[in-house]
């Protein structure tokens, strides 16, 4: 019902600018921090935000709400801790 609601990748900030930015981080953190702390070494292919932005801009382009994570941990993440939207009354 609300497919067309929903926003693509470019319209949430992931354009070629956040592609250089992300390959030039990723190039720094090479590693997974979640395997890491773990005792793992694993690469680390995706830029995560700690602390989901969505749609804050600022909030998306904070490198200290960045981190390194491998596939399967972002993946991880994103079902447990990002799924749903928290609401601060």
Not at 15 to 44: D, I, M, Q, T
Request: overall charge positive.
């Amino acid at each position: 019902m609300h497919r067309q609601d929903a926003k693509g990748t470019k319209e949430k900030g992931y354009n070629s600018r956040w592609r250089a930015v992300r390959a030039r981080f990723l190039k720094a953190h090479p590693l997974c921090a979640k395997c890491l702390e773990n005792g793992r070494l694993e690469k680390a292919t995706v830029v995560d935000h700690i602390v989901p932005h969505r749609g804050d801009r600022k909030l998306f382009w904070d490198e200290s709400n960045w981190q390194p994570l491998c596939k399967s941990c972002h993946d991880t993440k994103t079902m447990t801790e990002d799924r749903y939207q928290e609401f601060k009354y």
